[in-house]
């Protein structure tokens, strides 16, 4: 006989098919009536999901409840947390990830009580290699999950021991038939022998054969669905009927007990589709928006965090509460329907005004804390501060932007500067001013925006204040030059007879770019190719042309390329036919050795997939691909042709990556780096880079690589086919990514993760000017102050962090729970563990994630991370 836990829960996804706003009004009266239940059943529990932010919503609607919720997560009877929110477990960044629970466990702790310390994830499409790094970052060293397994190919066990890239490791208990395996509603309640009989009996079964288990877990549960009644009555008529012993039990309880269990160890992802779908093909769905989630991630992470501890430096307040405001804005956006892009039309809307809110809070923090720095240092318009918002010395280029009435200025020789691109406004006649004496009207002057490239030599996390001033003659700008490559000391990349070469230290990668497109008969949740067609590659038929200055070399490639419009033309010779323009821009400066691009096009035909592939000519089985907080090896496994068999979707050999991916051998690798690019797949020596897959449908059924019913529900009894036209992402895309070639004693872990976090490094600038008070939205209203006597003093150059140690900076923010402290976060990105004393020497303090005081090791483990705290001084 096996020992059955049920576990009383709902999944509450906060949008799907329905808004947020749908799911408000359900939780309006389903939460009410948990907490009544709770109150007059005491034997009974109730898992709320495991995310903070829809308790934060229902408590907005019933501020009077926030008690009786603090009282039954005391008893033990509700379960919350200890996500903010339901999270995607493989497109989000690490720090991302990581943020998501300490805000969501800082929440439940500041307001209702300790939450479930639980990594759980119900229903998240598939796992990264790494999450169980990162959850041990929060002292959580358990995980629960539905999707994702495959015992034969696994740990052969429903439960195990999960290991992350390094020493990482959690207690893992997989629920294969899924989170709703012990669903009891009220059919199940009217006809509990046959539930018994037809379905729990036979989950438990499952369960106990996959590893030879004598307990097993049963979630009992289903999406919206209410709390058991009289559970305690429900499970005594249960146990009449059934083979096993079922008993009420909780998540944290069952993994009490798995931890006195002998259980295999596992090292990997977890994204197979063998007992449910895992949509291996979704990173690239909708992709606009996993572009926009990787633009704010950087955003938050690498400007306005770091500007947050330099304005604090300056004397300039700034609260945490509206950085972590941004924070759960970007949350709210990263489930995983929202950001794989499985949702309606009318849900897609709500993504993108989130997404338009949260990078308002984002650039407006950012204008604020400039343009107080620049008053308080009396800046004129002849001025601009440059920022380094790394932690680390920096020296190459930055892009600053000034506004002038003329381009005939001049900087110090030192900087090197050149106009990279601008954009000039006309003069306007009878112009309104405020003065003093009341309103005066003038003439305003004609003025240019000019992007301008910089060289600095700046030590960390400062700014220094560069000075122009008035000339005779024109600042250098980029001028075409008669030729059709571009070259610096490392790179010499050409385009001839309509491809693209590169060469670096010796070494030559024939055709490095192409670029290839196929009909996507797929839906929201997956690509699928269309039955008869096949990947067409593009030419690049357009005229090349090279600008150049001293520092600053790039080709641009204009064309158009013929495609069929929709699914019914590809497979057919007199077929509607669309001209698809592109603009492809390749570009190096004198001091990288990464070569940038950024390809625009505008889509005007629809269901299809483009992909640009890296043409590396290095023999290997394995690309190498970085993902959070780590690197990891993948290869094509073999595909058997009745893969159905086995596969719910066809197990294909598409991945995802965090920021870079490559190919190498023992003497070179060629690295794709991205800017929100999410997904690959190995082809012969290629790397196929996944662009954008467009679609018409949420879901739809009887798909080549994933037979059967429709995802998303559109099938079902009820539902409807649900029309994207949305997801066809028609108009202007644009695509940005760098390519590196590393040789030698310059290929391994910690060079290529430095190099693409150099490449990634942000230009950040202001000038304090009135030429255009909308350059940056809110210079309009933040007005002169009177500045206190007692405020640091601060000069033209400032640096206040110049780290050099042999990990990345994951993070470097103003603390959470310690006033007046600053927390930094260091990621190791290589296989090895590495000491960082030298900061235990500088004062800092070791914590883990939650800013809790663990032991002073000063070491970060083998891909993985650590947390430090120091006063701001």
């Known amino acids: 006989m096996t020992k059955a836990y049920l576990v009383n829960h709902t999944h509450w996804d906060r949008e799907w098919y329905f808004t947020t706003q749908d799911a408000q009004v359900l939780s309006d009266q389903?939460?009410?009536?948990?907490?009544?239940?709770?109150?007059?059943?005491?034997?009974?529990?109730?898992?709320?999901?495991?995310q903070m932010s829809i308790v934060d919503e229902y408590v907005e609607i019933h501020p009077e409840d926030k008690k009786r919720i603090h009282d039954l997560v005391e008893r033990e009877q509700l379960f919350i947390g200890?996500?903010?929110t339901q999270t995607d477990a493989n497109i989000p960044t690490t720090e991302s990830l990581l943020r998501n629970l300490v805000i969501g466990i800082d929440d439940a702790r500041k307001n209702f009580g300790e939450p479930m310390m639980l990594g759980y994830l119900p229903d998240t499409f598939g796992f990264n290699a790494n999450l169980p790094m990162i959850l041990n970052q929060v002292g959580i060293h358990d995980f629960l999950s539905w999707r994702g397994t495959n015992f034969k190919r696994q740990a052969g066990s429903t439960y195990f021991k999960w290991k992350a890239l390094g020493n990482s490791v959690v207690f893992a208990a997989n629920f294969p038939l899924g989170y709703f395996t012990g669903q009891i509603d009220l059919d199940s309640k009217k006809h509990l022998k046959e539930f018994v009989h037809d379905r729990l009996d036979k989950g438990i079964k499952f369960e106990a054969e996959n590893g030879n288990h004598d307990e097993v877990l049963i979630p009992s549960g289903i999406d919206q669905m209410n709390i058991v009644h009289n559970i305690l009555d429900t499970v005594k008529e249960i146990n009449k009927y059934s083979e096993n012993n079922v008993q009420i039990s909780t998540y944290p309880n069952f993994m009490k007990r798995l931890r006195n269990k002998d259980l295999p160890e596992y090292q990997g992802e977890l994204r197979y589709p063998t007992y449910s779908r895992v949509h291996r093909t979704i990173g690239s769905v909708r992709s606009r928006n996993k572009r926009k989630n990787f633009y704010l991630e950087e955003a938050i992470l690498r400007r306005v965090e770091p500007l947050m501890l330099v304005a604090k430096k300056a004397g300039i307040k700034v609260s945490n509460g509206l950085i972590i405001k941004l924070w759960k804005q970007l949350f709210n956006s990263q489930p995983h329907d929202t950001l794989g892009g499985s949702v309606t039309d009318n849900v897609a809307v709500d993504i993108n005004h989130r997404f338009k809110q949260a990078f308002e809070i984002a650039e407006g923090l950012e204008n604020y804390i400039k343009k107080r720095i620049a008053q308080r240092l009396s800046l004129t318009d002849k001025d601009v501060i440059v920022f380094n918002t790394d932690p680390t010395h920096f020296t190459g280029r930055k892009v600053i932007e000034i506004v002038t009435p003329?381009?005939?200025?001049?900087?110090?020789?030192?900087?090197?500067?050149?106009?990279?691109?601008?954009?000039?406004?006309?003069?306007?006649?009878?112009?309104?001013?405020?003065?003093?004496?009341?309103?005066?009207?003038?003439?305003?002057?004609g003025y240019y925006k000019l992007h301008i490239s910089i060289r600095v030599d700046m030590a960390g996390l400062g700014y220094q204040v560069i000075h122009f001033d008035d000339s005779n003659s024109e600042l250098s700008m980029l001028e075409q030059q008669n030729s059709t490559e571009i070259h610096n000391k490392y790179v010499l990349l050409s385009f001839v007879d309509g491809q693209f070469n590169l060469k670096v230290n010796g070494h030559e990668y024939k055709n490095v770019i192409t670029i290839h497109d196929q009909a996507n008969d797929g839906d929201t949740y997956d690509y699928s190719p269309l039955r008869g067609d096949h990947e067409l590659k593009l030419n690049w038929n357009g005229q090349a042309k090279v600008l150049a200055s001293k520092d600053n070399e790039k080709i641009i490639l204009k064309g158009k390329?013929?495609?069929?419009?929709?699914?019914?033309?590809?497979?057919?010779?007199?077929?509607?036919?669309?001209?698809?323009?592109?603009?492809?821009?390749?570009?190096?400066?004198?001091?990288?050795?990464?070569?940038?691009?950024?390809?625009?096009?505008?889509?005007?035909?629809?269901?299809?997939?483009?992909?640009?592939?890296?043409?590396?000519?290095?023999?290997?089985?394995?690309?190498h691909a970085q993902i959070?907080?780590?690197?990891?090896?993948?290869?094509?496994?073999?595909?058997?042709n009745n893969w159905n068999d086995e596969f719910v979707e066809k197990p294909v050999n598409i991945y995802n990556f965090d920021k870079s991916v490559g190919i190498q051998s023992s003497k070179e690798g060629l690295y794709f780096f991205a800017k929100g690019e999410?997904?690959?797949?190995?082809?012969?020596?290629?790397?196929?880079?996944?662009?954008?897959?467009?679609?018409?449908?949420?879901?739809?059924?009887?798909?080549?690589?994933?037979?059967?019913?429709?995802?998303?529900?559109?099938?079902?009894?009820?539902?409807?086919?649900?029309?994207?036209?949305?997801?066809?992402?028609?108009?202007?895309?644009?695509?940005?990514?760098?390519?590196?070639?590393?040789?030698?004693d310059e290929l391994n872990d910690v060079n290529v993760a430095r190099s693409v976090n150099e490449w990634l490094s942000p230009s950040v600038s202001y000038q304090m000017q009135k030429y255009n008070l909308f350059v940056n939205r809110l210079d309009n209203k933040i007005w002169d102050i009177e500045f206190l006597d007692n405020l640091p003093v601060i000069n033209d150059k400032e640096s206040w962090l110049t780290l050099d140690l042999p990990c990345e900076v994951s993070a470097i923010y103003p603390a959470y729970s310690i006033v007046d402290h600053y927390v930094l976060r260091l990621s190791n990105m290589s296989d090895k563990e590495v000491p960082v004393e030298t900061l235990k020497d500088q004062g800092y303090i070791q914590t883990n994630a939650l800013e809790q005081n663990i032991e002073q090791t000063f070491k970060v483990g083998p891909y993985s991370m650590a947390t430090f705290i120091k006063r701001i001084d």
């Open 30 to 50: 389903l939460f009410t009536d948990v907490l009544d239940e709770l109150e007059t059943h005491p034997e009974a529990n109730f898992t709320l999901d495991g």
């Open 82 to 84: 200890p996500w903010y």
């Open 406 to 445: 003329s381009k005939n200025i001049n900087f110090p020789e030192q900087f090197d500067a050149v106009i990279l691109d601008e954009d000039y406004t006309p003069s306007r006649p009878n112009i309104m001013q405020l003065t003093p004496n009341g309103y005066k009207f003038k003439d305003e002057p």
């Open 561 to 623: 390329w013929v495609l069929p419009y929709d699914l019914k033309d590809r497979n057919n010779d007199s077929g509607k036919n669309k001209k698809v323009p592109y603009r492809l821009e390749l570009m190096l400066s004198s001091e990288s050795k990464v070569v940038s691009g950024k390809l625009t096009i505008d889509n005007v035909i629809l269901s299809h997939r483009l992909r640009l592939a890296i043409n590396t000519g290095i023999d290997s089985n394995y690309v």
């Open 628 to 640: 959070q907080g780590g690197f990891r090896d993948t290869e094509n496994l073999p595909i058997d």
């Open 678 to 744: 999410k997904e690959y797949e190995k082809v012969g020596d290629s790397i196929f880079i996944t662009l954008m897959a467009t679609t018409g449908q949420l879901g739809k059924p009887n798909l080549l690589w994933r037979p059967g019913r429709a995802s998303g529900d559109t099938t079902s009894v009820g539902h409807t086919m649900t029309p994207t036209p949305m997801a066809q992402e028609l108009g202007e895309n644009i695509f940005e990514f760098g390519i590196e070639a590393f040789v030698d």
